[in-house]
């Protein structure tokens, strides 16, 4: 049996030859990679032989080498770190196939100081939260649920500012692999056609002036189909599956969410929350709505303004009195 340190060795050399088949994206003979990973011909055929049994389709060609013909949907730490083009997330990546819920094992890892860009992903969670307390359904094998740790050197107040960069790289990953226009409904919903699509749940680690760290909890109905839905939601939800008829590759939206959060948070950390701001006001289109918002104690209705600079929804009243709604459920009238 393999030691810890044998498995993540192995590990390491599934990511790097998954990682050649991607960059070349042609025929890698057994010699070449032999040469590159440093091991022997036999260690390749061995390595091959483990990610067919993982659901790679590997094709072996006579006298050429190998070819990678297909990934399975399956979410491990070497499929979806190979290769990805981030920076500072996703460098270390947990798979579980079941938790309670990944926002719970992040923060607890998170406590025990794992590096920023940490990245919890699972299967299923048996407890998946959602936001005002509620429970996030989540069923095996077709959506996603992930968390990520992040440790800006922000001040608490500022928080809510990654939770709209978080919308954001979740509304522009939906659009490049599903090819659907998703509308971010404040403060952090995911619509598609009307529909809920995608739940964020940010919760912090601070002092009084700073930030300890964040994580960034996502959930996206990827594939789930119409039974799969529970019957007591509060408001109307589908999954992308619904809204196209095509499923979508579980593993490629993650990698594309991933590179799409680094790359606005690398940017939010460059230029500040502005760029962020401007492409959360043009993806929400909630300007000059009219809407009915249930707070936590009221219930009110008015036109949307916009947001202001803690991320309160600011909603003209009749009579002209405009309300700053901190927490609540906001519905399109
Ligand atoms: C919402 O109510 O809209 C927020 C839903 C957030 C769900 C995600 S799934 C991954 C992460 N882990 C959790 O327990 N919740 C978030």
Redesign the pocket.
């Known amino acids: 049996m393999r030691g810890k340190a044998g498995q993540s060795a192995d590990r390491a050399i599934d990511r790097q030859i998954l990682e050649l088949f991607r960059e070349r994206g042609s025929v890698i003979s057994g010699g070449e990679l032999s040469r590159v990973l440093k091991v022997s011909r036999t260690a390749v055929w061995k390595h091959i032989t483990g990610l067919r049994a993982q659901g790679y389709r590997i094709e072996s060609l006579h006298a050429s080498g190998y070819r990678l013909v297909e990934s399975p949907d399956v979410l491990t730490s070497a499929a979806v770190t190979a290769g990805l083009a981030a920076g500072r997330l996703g460098r270390q990546v947990i798979c579980l196939a079941d938790t309670g ?4 094992e992040a923060y607890r890892l998170a406590e025990q100081g794992a590096p920023e860009g940490t990245l919890v992903l699972a299967d299923t ?1 048996n407890q ?4 005002l307390g ?1 429970s ?1 359904h ?1 069923p095996p094998g077709v959506n996603l ?3 990520l740790i992040l440790r800006p050197s922000i001040p608490p107040v500022a928080a809510f500012q990654l939770t709209f960069l978080s919308a954001v790289a979740v509304a522009r990953a939906i659009e490049s692999e599903a090819r659907l226009r998703p509308f971010i409904k404040w403060p ?2 995911i619509l598609v056609n009307g529909k809920k699509a995608a ?3 940010n919760e912090m680690s601070a002092e009084v002036d700073r930030v300890n760290f964040i994580v960034l ?3 996206v109905n990827l594939n789930m189909r119409a039974d799969q839905f529970p019957d007591d939601l509060r408001h109307p939800a589908t999954s992308l599956f619904l809204e196209t008829g095509e499923t979508v590759n579980r593993l490629s939206f993650v990698r594309t969410l991933i590179e799409t959060l680094d790359e606005l948070y690398d940017r939010y950390l460059r230029d500040g929350y502005d760029p962020v701001r401007k492409e959360w006001l043009e993806r929400s289109g909630m300007v000059g709505l009219r809407v009915a918002v249930d707070g936590t104690t009221e219930r009110l209705e008015g036109v949307v303004m916009g947001i202001d600079d803690s991320g309160a929804l600011l909603v003209d009243q009749a009579g002209g009195t405009v309300a700053r709604v901190l927490a609540g459920d906001v519905r399109i009238l």
């Open positions: 819920s990944t926002n719970l969670q998946g939260k959602g936001r509620r996030w989540s649920y992930c968390s952090n919903d739940g964020l749940l909890g996502i959930g």
